[in-house]
């Protein structure tokens, strides 16, 4: 982004007489100054390390959007009516200037839709204001940033092309502006997201300490070391990568010998229209409360003062922090929720803390659980709430919390989440009669008998063997498990998916008759056998039975029991002799 910008829309119009001196690269000029800039803040205390403070520039809350339109009417009401020059400016084709009811419209009465949309859409107070809120940036940096990059603030008759790269977002010194970036909206956005990226300890070229930062865009100019102290500074250096030299800082808002000004009239802009740029010791909610763990043995600071407190953490030491605030030095110091809650002014430097890295460990019983009413499904690193689990999940991990909670895991999450254990009960199944109790076997294999709580072996059924089941339950995974033994929830159940329908001897074997013509069929497939005709009244000897799937009995002949056959004949197509 450029350090500063320099419209050439006026340049073309010879005829009112506008001629601005341009000193080789555009960064150089100066833009025409308003009232306030001859009475600019003093730059004595300017500190290129320390332009402004974190705390400062996070201030999301510093003005409402009414109080952000109050601003830009009272800097400009959108007063220009000089109808001759909207006429004259017109006949430049390669820009645009609004307007309406008598008068050029400026940024305080002007609307943005999305793209490079003007005259329909958001205000600028709103699009500000919404940047704002959603990037947690100050909005009076927003709109110091719109001044000292555009002139848009002040500026009686601005274009589409100034709008287009409002903020010089995507617009380096030594480049042409990218167009995915152009429109108002898109611009202020950009501008909000980048500060705040760096704001939360994101990437920048220039990080907290020593660096090298350059006078002007020709290396030949020179530069210096700079320490930078805040990461708000650092995020001005990311967007403008120059410092002002002496020269500049001498000319107040005007120009100097291989001078830049971005930072420089940020820091100007800032302090006259709002002052206190580098206020401290205000604690502001972090964006991301979350466990940190000390990296190094350290000593908590008493504020306002950075006094040791006298308390004393040793490395490894985890805490629960939620608030933040930045000392003179402009350091970030984290405060816990203990302290906070205690309204105790101590904090811990955030250079001094790193994310808790959480051991799970295998729980000694992994088991199904029931979460009770108002359990919530925890983020260990924010402790915030991501969702609610199932009434029934499977937990497997355990975290013991620093307070000593005991967080559960679900089985197979691998999204650093869990559920406190006292939000959580111990499963008590329903037991049901089954329908039809009767006998069943190993489908394929042995089949397992299970802990329905733990899943856990308890033994196993051979493949060829009978049981007797009476009584189900339904698992959390909604399949049924069936009881070897009645009246004993604890004990083990079969999942009825291992096992298979089997024939039974008949408690009574004895003729019977077909009370309708039909065919056999085949126990296994349900397949009608259609080679031999059931003619109504056809007696046979029936010995065994077996359960279909369908929910039918059919019992089987002598004679095909005898052939070991699958055939038989549904109950409900024989009478009684």
């Not at 190094?296 to 308390?311: F, Y």
């Not at 399949?479 to 083990?492: F, H, P, V």
Request: proline fraction near 3%; charged fraction near 25%; charge should be negative.
């Amino acid at each position: 982004m450029k350090s500063v910008r320099r419209r050439s829309k006026r340049l073309w119009v010879i005829l009112v007489g506008v001629f601005l001196i341009v000193f080789g690269l555009s960064f150089l000029s100066q833009k025409y100054h308003n009232n306030e800039q001859a009475k600019a803040a003093s730059l004595a205390e300017f500190d290129p390390g320390y332009i402004i403070s974190d705390y400062v520039m996070g201030d999301y809350q510093s003005m409402s959007e009414e109080e952000i339109q109050s601003f830009l009417t009272a800097k400009n009401p959108c007063a220009n009516t000089d109808y001759d020059l909207y006429l004259r400016l017109s006949a430049n084709v390669n820009y645009k200037w609004h307007w309406e009811n008598g008068h050029f419209v400026c940024l305080s009465e002007e609307k943005f839709g999305d793209g490079e949309i003007i005259g329909e859409g958001d205000t600028a107070a709103h699009i500000i204001w919404q940047a704002a809120q959603d990037y947690r940036i100050n909005p009076k940096v927003l709109i110091v940033l719109l001044q000292k990059e555009t002139s848009l603030i002040t500026d009686k008759i601005p274009n589409d092309g100034d709008y287009r790269k409002a903020t010089g977002y995507g617009c380096p010194d030594t480049a042409p502006c990218s167009a995915q970036y152009y429109g108002f909206k898109n611009q202020v956005r950009k501008a909000a997201e980048l500060f705040s990226t760096v704001l939360n300890g994101g990437w920048t070229n220039y990080p907290l300490g020593n660096n090298y930062v350059q006078y002007n865009p020709n290396a030949a100019c020179g530069g210096s070391i700079v320490n930078i102290r805040s990461l708000a500074t650092s995020a001005l250096y990311r967007y403008t990568p120059y410092q002002p030299n002496e020269g500049a800082l001498a000319a107040g808002y005007g120009t100097a010998y291989c001078g830049a000004y971005g930072n420089r009239n940020f820091y100007l802009y800032f302090q006259d229209w709002f002052g206190g740029i580098t206020m401290e010791t205000k604690w502001m909610n972090m964006e991301t409360p979350r466990y940190l763990t000390t990296t190094r043995k350290t000593t908590m600071l008493s504020l306002p003062k950075t006094d040791d407190s006298g308390i004393v953490l040793n490395e490894g030491a985890t805490n629960y922090y939620v608030e933040k605030t930045f000392t003179n030095e402009g350091r970030m110091c984290l405060r816990t929720i203990a302290d906070k809650n205690k309204n105790i002014n101590r904090c811990v430097f955030y250079d001094d803390l790193e994310d808790t890295a959480w051991s799970f460990e295998e729980m000694e019983t992994p088991r199904y659980m029931k979460a009770e009413e108002g359990a919530v499904m925890i983020d260990l690193s924010t402790k915030k709430e991501v969702g609610k689990p199932k009434d029934y999940e499977y937990y497997t991990k355990k975290v013991v919390l620093p307070d000593d909670g005991m967080c559960l895991i679900i089985e197979n999450d691998i999204k650093n989440r869990c559920v406190l254990y006292s939000a959580l009960s111990e499963v008590v199944y329903k037991v049901y009669n089954m329908e039809t109790p009767r006998y069943l076997s190993p489908d394929n294999n042995n089949a397992e008998i299970i802990d329905p709580v733990t899943k856990q072996k308890l033994g196993q059924i051979k493949k060829n063997e009978k049981k007797f089941f009476e009584q189900k339950i339904i698992l959390p995974d909604d399949s049924i498990c069936l009881l070897i033994e009645k009246d004993n929830t604890k004990r083990g159940c079969v999942k009825y998916k291992t096992l298979k329908e089997t024939w039974v001897t008949m408690e009574r074997p004895r003729e019977m008759k077909m009370a309708v013509n039909s065919y056999k069929i085949n126990a296994i497939t349900l397949e009608n056998d259609y080679g031999i005709d059931l003619m109504v009244g056809l007696q046979r000897k029936f010995v065994m039975k077996r359960y279909l799937y369908n929910g039918n009995w059919c019992l089987q002949t002598e004679y095909d029991y005898e052939r070991e056959t699958d055939n038989c004949i549904l109950f409900q197509e024989l009478s009684e002799i």
